[in-house]
C-alpha cells in the first residue's frame, strides 16, 4: 500500500519568514494531493490541494509543488504568521479523490513572535 | 456550514467493553469515513462509506466494525475494546471526493 513520509516532525520559524514542509509517498500511481490544518484541539481542515496533472499551485500565502518523478510534494507558507501555528499533514490517493487517503504523520509549525 | 457530529468527545471504557461511536452529518453526503488519529502516527483510516449499507476497509479495520444504516449516520464499533485502541477517533464526510470535512473528534480511553 501506500506509504507517506512527512519531515520535519516539528518547525519553528519567526514571524515573517518562509516555511517548507515535505512528503515523499512510495505509490508511483498516486495522483491527488492536500494538505491538511489542524489547530491545536480543533478539527483538521483542507488548505489546499493538487493534482498529478499539475505541477505547482498557489492560493495567496500557501502554495505546493508535486515533483512526481522523485515523488515527492511539498508545501510552502510564506511571511508567516502567529495564526499558522498548527500541525499539518500531507496526504495521497490513487484515486484522485480523497476517498483513501494516507496521510503523513504530521509537522507541527510554531511560528514565533 | 457542513456541521460533523461526534456524539461523545470523551469516553472511558474498560477492555472487553462493546463501545459505539456515532457520527452524524447534516449536509447529504454520500461518502463517511472513520480515522485514527495518534500522536506520531498521523491519521490512520479505519473504514469509510460511500452509500447506504457500503462499507469498505481502510488501512487498519482489525477489531473494527462500522455500520451505516442512514445516509447522515455512521457508526463505528469496537466489539471488545483493548487497550491499544486508546485513542482519538475522527468521523469524516464528503460529496465530491475532494474535501473530507471532519468531526471535533472522540477521545476514547480503554482501561
Known amino acids: 500500500g501506500e506509504n507517506v513520509e512527512q519531515h520535519p516532525s516539528t518547525l519553528s520559524v519567526q514571524e515573517g519568514d518562509s516555511a517548507v514542509i515535505k512528503c515523499t509517498y512510495s505509490?508511483?500511481?498516486?495522483?491527488?494531493f492536500p494538505w491538511y490544518k489542524q489547530e491545536l484541539g480543533k478539527r483538521p481542515q483542507l488548505i489546499i490541494d493538487?493534482?498529478?496533472?499539475?505541477g505547482e499551485k498557489k492560493d495567496q500565502r500557501i502554495a505546493v509543488t508535486l515533483n512526481k518523478t522523485a515523488k515527492h510534494f511539498s508545501l510552502h507558507i510564506t511571511e508567516t504568521q502567529p495564526e499558522d501555528s498548527a500541525v499539518y499533514f500531507c496526504?495521497?490517493?490513487?484515486?484522485?479523490?480523497?476517498?483513501?487517503?494516507?496521510f503523513g504523520t504530521g509537522t507541527r509549525l510554531q511560528v514565533t513572535l | 456550514d457542513v456541521k460533523v457530529t461526534q456524539s461523545s468527545r470523551y469516553l472511558v471504557k474498560r477492555t472487553g467493553e462493546k463501545v459505539f461511536l456515532e457520527c452524524v452529518q447534516d449536509?447529504?453526503?454520500?461518502?463517511m469515513f472513520w480515522y485514527r488519529q495518534d500522536p506520531g502516527l498521523g491519521l490512520r483510516l479505519i473504514y469509510f462509506?460511500?452509500?447506504?449499507?457500503?462499507?469498505e476497509k481502510g488501512d487498519i479495520p482489525e477489531g473494527y466494525s462500522v455500520s451505516r444504516e442512514k445516509k447522515e449516520r455512521f457508526s463505528l464499533i469496537l466489539e471488545s475494546a483493548s487497550t491499544n485502541q486508546t485513542s482519538m477517533y475522527l468521523c469524516?464526510?464528503?460529496?465530491?471526493?475532494?474535501?473530507?470535512?471532519f468531526g471535533e473528534g472522540s477521545r476514547l480511553t480503554v482501561l
Open positions: 469524516a464526510s464528503s460529496s465530491s471526493w475532494r474535501e473530507l470535512f
Open positions: 496526504a495521497a490517493s490513487n484515486t484522485g479523490t480523497a476517498s483513501k487517503l494516507t
Open positions: 493538487i493534482r498529478s496533472n499539475v
Open positions: 449536509m447529504d453526503h454520500e461518502n
Open positions: 505509490d508511483s500511481a498516486s495522483n491527488y
Open positions: 462509506s460511500y452509500d447506504v449499507k457500503m462499507k
